[in-house]
């Protein structure tokens, strides 16, 4: 058994769900598709179908529930929308830098489609890439970050932090600063 | 291989819960940390490694070390490894038997190897790669197949222990795991039971877990199950473990409730 070619095509197999799909079909032709010897070709194909089903929207579901401790805020406020957008937006084996990577493009998500007046609530936007700045402060280093927003979400972070699933509200510009001024200092932090 | 120490009955750390930690210091034997999440941390991320430091003994476990990659472990991931054992003054450290990486592809979980020869080769060369970096203790820890892979040699037992043997290393037990794939999979404990490295045990996991299409998924997302603390009486019993660890991920409860989960795992441990 080649264990390295082996192992390349089960993790592609484990976080492609369209690979996942056609195994289960035909798992003899996806094996020779990925281009395994002849021996390890038989092996692949005796994977049990179910479990790998099983396995792959584990890892889904462990790539939600990341995201969803990564921008909590954004999870509170869409609720169960969070995890459809979220998963249509991620597919495909996770990118370095995991679930800062998944939440980084949440946020894109987000941010475009309140850009062109799509996003419910309208403000979802502001609050996905508010909470998405600080995942660049959990890297060292040092840095500045400002952000303008159009809806005040001092107030709407306040209604979500008691409980509350805030509507639309009317826009309001406001600000955001991040600073940290050497790599082992605190990080500042203001909103406006 | 000489048994690193008797640590007692400890939680993995969550941030989650860590004012009421402190409040609850003294029910707390040890703490496990999650190695990943103070790799290339910030300042803050740092400071919390200390100050947990400071009042607990801390236990590294990693989830990305790939020990079972046949094309080798990343130098980097290592390096940042030893940096944090080092800054945390941990007696061992724990990773997995498993691949989370091939191919430049990363799973993001842990994934069953094949229970062959060729494995336990790759196992063997990538542990011995890390100890020219870390010659801090290190045990490994048995995973959930979710998938297991045809045309094994071995039981997984025998696999496991084999794994401990060729590289000298310790065992980390983790019972809700081993329960899972009896359940999954087969054979039955009392089948494989006495094939597991008792001799090795330096630490014990448990955890709850969630049942999804016939399937017992290890999802650390509820309290431990009855059959899993009789496992863990069973092992405690068997092996004289000295260290347990509850694993709790999700849907975190009351602290009260992990504290109680603590102090009975405790007992089993003193009850050995």
């Not at chain 1, 991620?90 to 007046?117: K, Y």
């Not at chain 2, 790759?122 to 790669?129: H, S, Y």
């Not at chain 2, 045809?150 to 290393?169: H, Q, R």
Request: aromatic share 8%; glycine share 8%.
């Amino acid at each position: 058994m080649a264990l390295a070619q082996l192992q390349t095509a089960l993790a592609r197999l484990f976080t492609d769900a369209g690979l996942v799909e056609a195994f289960c079909l035909d798992p003899l032709a996806t094996a020779r598709r990925l281009g395994l010897a002849a021996k390890d070709v038989e092996v692949f194909a005796a994977l049990d179908a179910a479990t790998v089903q099983n396995f792959a929207s584990t890892l889904t579901r462990k790539r939600i529930l990341d995201v969803r401790k990564t921008l909590p805020l954004t999870y509170r406020a869409l609720g169960s929308d969070f995890d459809t957008l979220l998963v249509a937006e991620i597919a495909g084996p996770p990118r370095p830098g995991r679930h800062r990577a998944d939440a980084a493009l949440l946020a894109r998500l987000l941010a475009a489609r309140a850009a062109q007046g799509a996003a419910s609530p309208s403000w979802i936007g502001d609050l996905a890439r508010y909470e998405a700045t600080f995942l660049v402060f959990e890297r060292p280093g040092r840095g500045v970050a400002i952000r303008s927003f159009h809806f005040p979400l001092k107030i709407l972070i306040g209604a979500l932090l008691s409980g509350e699933r805030p509507g639309e509200v009317a826009p309001r510009p406001g600000f955001g600063l991040w600073l940290r001024l050497t790599k082992s200092s605190g990080l500042i932090h203001l909103l406006w | 291989m000489s048994r690193p120490a008797s640590l007692g009955s400890g939680l993995g750390y969550r941030p989650q819960f860590r004012a009421e930690l402190f409040l609850h210091r003294s029910e707390v034997d040890f703490l496990e940390i999650i190695a990943d999440h103070y790799f290339d941390a910030s300042p803050e991320k740092l400071a919390e490694l200390d100050m947990l430091a400071a009042h607990f003994s801390l236990v590294p476990h990693g989830l990305d070390l790939s020990l079972g990659s046949a094309e080798g472990v990343e130098e980097r991931y290592v390096e940042k490894f030893a940096a944090l054992i080092e800054r945390s003054g941990a007696p061992y450290w724990s990773e997995h038997v498993c691949f989370t990486k091939a191919g430049g592809v990363s799973i993001g979980h842990l994934a069953a190897l094949p229970y062959t020869q060729e494995a336990l080769d790759v196992i063997a060369r990538n542990v011995e790669t890390v100890r020219k970096t870390i010659k801090t203790p290190l045990i490994l820890e048995n995973v959930t197949a979710v998938v297991v892979v045809p045309g094994f040699e071995m039981s997984e037992a025998e696999f496991v222990a084999s794994a401990c043997a060729l590289t000298n290393c310790g065992w980390l037990c983790d019972v809700a795991n081993l329960y899972a794939n009896s359940v999954n999979h087969g054979p039955s404990l009392d089948e494989s039971f006495e094939h597991w490295p008792w001799e090795r045990l330096v630490q014990i996991h448990y955890a709850g877990g969630r049942w999804k299409n016939n399937f017992l998924i290890d999802s650390h997302d509820s309290a431990t199950d009855e059959p899993v603390w009789a496992l863990l009486e069973r092992v405690a019993k068997r092996a004289g473990a000295r260290n347990a660890i509850l694993e709790r991920d999700e849907n975190l409860p009351a602290f009260p409730e992990l504290l109680a989960e603590v102090a009975r795992a405790r007992g089993m441990l003193e009850g050995a």
